[in-house]
């Protein structure tokens, strides 16, 4: 059986088994709600710090220390949440949501209590494995930033998605093996790693799935009018959600395959 | 469900049969760099005109309206030419994927079959479809209107989905024209949950949104020349950066630039300017009261140093058009992949019309 034949059978059966376990969508939803909230409130709390400041304060007291002031609060502000924060709650929910997709590929049903237990067990190795793997990713992009570009334009559009995708290939699947075996997070880096580069196509064939069928659906359901970006950020998260139940499906598969990546 | 599965069974079709039939790639190869070709002669063809204009000052003023007809009408045929070209290939192509389904694999000589057979008609569904849209698009903006939007993006879909299998039909069920939309439309119906999935998923690998702006960079090349001219600093070409020998008071440096710049170009290309008894243009005298010195050597390197910037901005242009034509051919290519593999698929599908059984081991859960 080729590569290409386990992602479609790891689609379908991941198909059917999401189709009969609908809160596995939650998690995702929920998050970019809660994110989403966030950033509204951050923002809302400046707009109305600024306008109040702006209001109340005399204009011969604005000078330029408290321009500076109130741009450096903004500044912190805004990297306390993308710092701190916003992984902060990315963890939780990817370890939670992993949990139940182990569960639901190991015995045909999730509950909630396999989200919980997740979260309890693993949200700390996850915080961990997500910073490390965001700085390869922000120092890999530094370095490939110029062939990134070039290859962007000289493509027509396609070098960003190839380079998120080749990400995707090599830094992609570390939380899936993090949950699955027991290994510390830097090892399930490593190892996803190297399952990148022996199934260096299937996984690009996910990754490049995953992305364009995300933009796509987004857009549609971004052309409903007033809540549209409400149903786009749900249809990535569906779709954020299913291609990740597909890519731990193909990891058991190939692992079963008694193909192994080993260090 | 069973029918939405069957999909990802096909698809597993699919990429054996494209394993099997690298052929089917030249004609799609062929096509890709017709295109880039076509792409690159234009923009050459427009570099050139550009520079014809630019040596003949007086095209800038009273530009030959015949010319013009010329170049849109040489535009129009190319792309009339390159549409029969693509309706040419697709008859070919199409052929040789009802082939690799339905015998398992293709031959070139299947190109030319498929050709000769159904050339014709692809090119009356062409036609139809054209003719079609006019009284459509009404509607179609009408719908889109009254969705608040939701039609713009829900229509492509659906047309594709009733739509998108008439050629298909007329290769596979070797039919007339009006049969296979009728068989397309009622596979269409028939399949609709299953079919669309299948349309959406293509459509998102065929017709990528981050590539939707892919013209965009072709816009934003020829934006680069009229940026240039936009943004140029007319105070470069200030006369007292390059005729330092003017005599002017501080207030008709203004009006003497105002003048430069929106002189009459006729007094200069007459004989009249060196006659110094000929009496000056109207809104020249009017402006000043003392004729300030003039030197007609010094104002001919004013207009060779706004020549050598607009020699540029033709440069500019034609690598553009290189880099465009480039650009064109690898991103053809790499869509080439995804059309011709969901192409095919769609040939799989309609064949099989979701009878296929589905194996039900695979689809339990291990």
């Known amino acids: 059986m080729n590569l290409f034949s386990i992602v479609m059978d790891s689609c379908k059966e991941s198909m059917q088994l999401s189709s009969k376990s609908l809160k596995i969508f939650v998690p995702y939803i929920v998050s970019t709600a809660i994110t989403a909230a966030i950033i509204i409130v951050f923002i809302l709390i400046s707009v109305i710090a600024a306008v109040g400041g702006i209001v109340y304060r005399l204009p011969e007291n604005i000078d330029s220390s408290n321009i500076f002031a109130a741009l450096g609060t903004l500044i912190i502000g805004g990297v306390v949440i993308a710092a701190v924060v916003l992984p902060v709650i990315y963890s939780i929910v990817e370890?939670?949501?992993?949990?139940?997709?182990?569960?639901?590929?190991?015995?045909?049903?999730?509950?909630?209590?396999?989200?919980?237990r997740s979260v309890r067990e693993k949200w700390l190795g996850m915080l961990g494995g997500s910073i490390?793997?965001?700085?390869?990713?922000?120092?890999?992009?530094?370095?490939?930033?110029?062939?990134?570009?070039?290859?962007?334009?000289?493509?027509?559009?396609?070098?960003?998605?190839?380079?998120?995708?080749?990400?995707?290939?090599?830094?992609?699947?570390?939380?899936?093996?993090?949950?699955?075996?027991?290994?510390?997070?830097?090892?399930?880096?490593?190892?996803?790693?190297?399952?990148?580069?022996?199934?260096?196509?299937?996984?690009?064939?996910?990754?490049?799935?995953?992305?364009?069928?995300?933009?796509?659906?987004?857009?549609?359901?971004?052309?409903?009018?007033?809540?549209?970006?409400?149903?786009?950020?749900?249809?990535?998260?569906?779709?954020?959600?299913?291609?990740?139940?597909?890519?731990?499906?193909?990891?058991?598969?190939?692992?079963?395959?008694?193909?192994?990546?080993?260090? | 469900?069973?029918?939405?599965?069957?999909?990802?069974?096909?698809?597993?079709?699919?990429?054996?049969?494209?394993?099997?039939?690298?052929?089917?790639?030249?004609?799609?190869?062929?096509?890709?760099?017709?295109?880039?070709?076509?792409?690159?002669?234009?923009?050459?063809?427009?570099?050139?005109?550009?520079?014809?204009?630019?040596?003949?000052?007086?095209?800038?003023?009273?530009?030959?309206?015949?010319?013009?007809?010329?170049?849109?009408?040489?535009?129009?045929?190319?792309?009339?030419?390159?549409?029969?070209?693509?309706?040419?290939?697709?008859?070919?192509?199409?052929?040789?994927?009802?082939?690799?389904?339905?015998?398992?694999?293709?031959?070139?000589?299947?190109?030319?079959?498929?050709?000769?057979?159904?050339?014709?008609?692809?090119?009356?569904?062409?036609?139809?479809?054209?003719?079609?849209?006019?009284?459509?698009?009404?509607?179609?903006?009408?719908?889109?209107?009254?969705?608040?939007?939701?039609?713009?993006?829900?229509?492509?879909?659906?047309?594709?989905?009733?739509?998108g299998l008439w050629k298909i039909?007329?290769?596979?069920?070797?039919?007339?024209?009006?049969?296979?939309?009728?068989?397309?439309?009622?596979?269409?119906?028939?399949?609709?949950?299953?079919?669309?999935?299948?349309?959406?998923?293509s459509l998102a690998f065929t017709n990528p949104v981050h590539t939707n702006g892919t013209m965009n960079f072709a816009n934003g090349l020829s934006n680069i020349s009229e940026n240039k001219d936009r943004e140029t600093d007319w105070n470069e070409f200030s006369p007292e950066k390059y005729l330092p020998e003017y005599e002017y008071g501080p207030d008709s440096k203004a009006d003497l630039f105002k003048h430069v710049s929106s002189f009459d170009s006729d007094f200069f290309d007459s004989d009249d300017i060196l006659n110094p008894d000929k009496e000056l243009p109207y809104h020249y005298s009017e402006q000043f009261e003392d004729p300030f010195k003039f030197n007609l050597e010094k104002e001919n390197r004013l207009v060779d140093t706004l020549k050598s910037h607009l020699d540029m901005v033709g440069i500019v242009l034609l690598i553009g058009t290189m880099v465009l034509s480039v650009g064109v051919l690898l991103n053809t290519l790499i869509k080439m992949v995804f059309s011709v593999f969901f192409q095919l698929a769609a040939f799989v599908i309609y064949m099989n019309k979701f009878e296929k059984p589905v194996c039900e081991q695979a689809c339990e859960v291990e």
């Open chain 1, 132 to 263: 490390v793997a965001a700085l390869i990713s922000v120092i890999v992009t530094v370095i490939a930033a110029v062939i990134l570009v070039l290859a962007h334009i000289i493509t027509l559009g396609w070098g960003m998605l190839l380079g998120t995708s080749i990400l995707y290939v090599f830094l992609g699947a570390w939380s899936t093996i993090y949950i699955i075996e027991e290994t510390g997070p830097v090892n399930a880096i490593t190892r996803g790693f190297y399952l990148g580069k022996r199934y260096f196509w299937a996984l690009l064939i996910l990754g490049m799935a995953n992305t364009l069928l995300a933009m796509y659906l987004s857009q549609l359901a971004s052309s409903v009018p007033i809540v549209g970006l409400l149903f786009a950020s749900i249809a990535a998260a569906v779709v954020g959600t299913y291609f990740k139940l597909v890519l731990m499906r193909f990891y058991l598969a190939v692992r079963e395959s008694s193909v192994k990546t080993e260090i």
């Open chain 2, 169 to 201: 039909s007329i290769v596979s069920d070797n039919c007339g024209v009006f049969d296979a939309l009728k068989n397309g439309f009622r596979f269409g119906a028939k399949f609709f949950i299953p079919y669309t999935l299948f349309v959406i998923i």
């Open chain 2, 1 to 163: 469900m069973t029918k939405v599965l069957m999909i990802f069974d096909y698809l597993k079709d699919t990429f054996e049969i494209n394993r099997r039939n690298r052929t089917l790639y030249k004609p799609q190869i062929v096509l890709a760099v017709l295109k880039s070709a076509a792409v690159l002669l234009l923009g050459i063809f427009v570099y050139f005109f550009y520079n014809g204009m630019l040596n003949n000052h007086s095209s800038f003023d009273s530009p030959n309206i015949m010319v013009i007809v010329v170049i849109m009408v040489l535009i129009a045929l190319l792309l009339a030419i390159f549409w029969l070209v693509s309706v040419l290939f697709q008859a070919g192509l199409y052929f040789m994927y009802y082939r690799a389904v339905a015998q398992g694999s293709t031959q070139t000589k299947d190109f030319w079959q498929g050709v000769r057979r159904f050339f014709l008609k692809f090119l009356a569904i062409d036609l139809l479809t054209f003719a079609a849209w006019i009284p459509f698009l009404f509607l179609y903006l009408i719908v889109g209107f009254l969705t608040l939007g939701v039609g713009f993006a829900i229509i492509p879909i659906l047309l594709t989905v009733f739509l």
């Open chain 1, 95 to 116: 370890a939670g949501l992993l949990g139940m997709l182990k569960s639901l590929l190991q015995n045909g049903q999730t509950r909630w209590s396999d989200f919980f």
